[in-house]
């Protein structure tokens, strides 16, 4: 198989599984969400943080490392293999000892339960790191579908059920937990690759050069993504910090299926054509496009109808969180485009850049969290927005050096997107004001987005509109076989 006709079906495979995935756990999260109150949903996110750290110390870079390298053997993925296990483990006793300091901190005594409960969940996930590694690494997505979607399934049912059963913030630790047992039971039951008893300190020195370079970045971006929910928990409360996080998780919704399915599908096709500059920034830069003009219209059409989306959906409780759904969704706009170029700074070997312009953001997250703290969560969230667009520039930067496709090359390449965007979102936002009614305002809206933008599109003669439809075309024909 051709890497051209592999890449094509793991971006079609990927593109499927997120869409099954994150639909189901979005109905999922709805039908919870209007039984569980935002104060159980704040407390699951003061944890964020030290959730989202245990899950990079264990790969630890790893996992990239494995499909950076070339011809990784048997005793490769064995090493990566028990690394993990015992990092998993360390892990895991230093969050059941400090789980009393995170409840202190916080002032929620329920945090200590809560805490070392969700923390077995890396000791389960540190057994398949490898196993995800070597999927990627043959850009087999169809497996990894298969199995995503059967877990999301399971754990959402355990959810529902001891959510309506009144176990409150229980129900959200519990499906979670589910999620990762059955994620990874199987994924032994599907993957081929078992470990040998072997391990080569040789390897493991040779992977840490590039792993602890995105390690590090990983665990500084990580700080900086939560640091949001740090604060919002400690300066106000378990509410507010509810209203933020279902906010931020909608608003993840559309960015991060993009941006997982982009980071995905391009690291391991980067990876293998990396001598090849010339195809390697052709292929990047009609990456970068067609990002844009998926990313663009959907995150500003859902910033758009957030009000009568929440009203509908979540119920009137929620409403607080609209507002900060709109600027979150804008915020998130540049994200998937800022991933893929850090994404080509690793698939290159350059994790030492990667590093270094993750930490060149440090002063402006500080200042704009210095500034916007005082002034409330809505303020907050605007300077989220700030700093992501300002991180966007940042990100890309590296790539007008190296490759000379900076952020003016890539915004020059996607101003047609921009403005059919623009016009979309006053086409959709005009409609909406015709109707009362949150469900028709909802329909109304959503319809005039997708026919205004199409139409704009059709009109500015958008070249992403041609390759959207040679890819669904291909995507029916090979159907059809």
Not at 92 to 101: D, H, M, R, W
Request: aromatic share 14%; proline share 3%; hydrophobic share 55%.
């Amino acid at each position: 198989m051709s890497l051209k006709t592999k890449a094509f079906k793991g971006f079609a495979w990927n593109s499927l599984e997120n869409m099954l995935v994150r639909g189901v756990s979005f109905i999922i999260s709805i039908l919870i969400a209007r039984v569980v109150s935002p104060e159980a949903y704040g407390l699951v996110g003061m944890l964020s943080i030290f959730l989202a750290l245990s899950t990079l110390f264990i790969e630890g870079g790893f996992s990239k490392a494995l499909v950076q390298r070339k011809d990784c053997s048997q005793l490769d993925f064995s090493t990566v293999f028990y690394f993990n296990i015992v990092v998993s483990l360390l892990i895991y006793v230093i969050l059941y000892f400090s789980a009393p300091f995170i409840a202190r901190f916080y002032h929620q005594p329920v945090l200590i339960a809560l805490t070392r409960v969700m923390g077995l969940q890396f000791i389960i996930a540190s057994f398949i790191v490898v196993q995800r590694a070597k999927l990627l690494i043959d850009i087999d997505f169809k497996t990894q579908a298969k199995i995503n979607v059967m877990a999301v399934i399971i754990s959402g049912a355990v959810g529902l059920y001891m959510a309506y059963d009144d176990f409150g913030v229980w129900a959200l630790v519990g499906q979670n937990l589910s999620l990762t047992l059955a994620t990874s039971m199987l994924m032994w039951l599907q993957a081929k690759w078992r470990p040998s008893w072997a391990f080569s300190w040789q390897a493991f020195r040779e992977m840490f050069g590039y792993g602890s370079k995105i390690l590090a970045a990983g665990l500084y971006s990580t700080v900086l993504t939560n640091v949001y929910t740090i604060v919002i928990g400690k300066w106000y409360h378990s509410k507010a910090l509810g209203f933020y996080a279902r906010a931020n998780s909608l608003a993840e919704l559309s960015s991060g299926t993009i941006n997982l399915i982009i980071t995905n599908v391009t690291f391991p096709l980067f990876s293998a054509i990396q001598q090849d500059r010339e195809k390697l920034i052709s292929i990047y830069s009609r990456t970068v496009a067609m990002t844009a003009f998926i990313i663009f219209p959907s995150m500003t059409l859902f910033a758009v109808i957030s009000k009568p989306f929440i009203l509908l959906f979540l119920t009137e409780r929620w409403l607080p969180a609209a507002p900060l759904l709109q600027w979150l969704c804008l915020a998130r706009m540049f994200t998937p485009i800022s991933s893929l170029n850090l994404n080509l700074l690793n698939a290159v070997g350059r994790s030492d850049l990667f590093l270094k312009t993750d930490l060149s953001k440090l002063p402006i997250i500080i200042a704009a969290m210095f500034i916007t703290l005082p002034l409330g969560t809505k303020a907050v969230v605007i300077g989220s927005f700030i700093v992501n667009t300002l991180s966007y520039f940042i990100n890309a930067y590296p790539s007008g050096i190296l490759f000379g496709y900076g952020p003016l090359k890539q915004l020059k390449d996607c101003y047609k997107v921009i403005i059919a965007t623009i016009g979309m979102a006053c086409c959709s936002y005009g409609s909406m004001l015709l109707v009362n009614r949150p469900f028709m305002q909802l329909i109304l809206g959503v319809l005039t987005a997708i026919i205004s933008f199409f139409g704009m599109a059709y009109l500015l003669k958008i070249k992403e509109m041609d390759e959207l439809g040679y890819a669904l075309a291909k995507l029916k024909k090979s159907k059809q076989k």
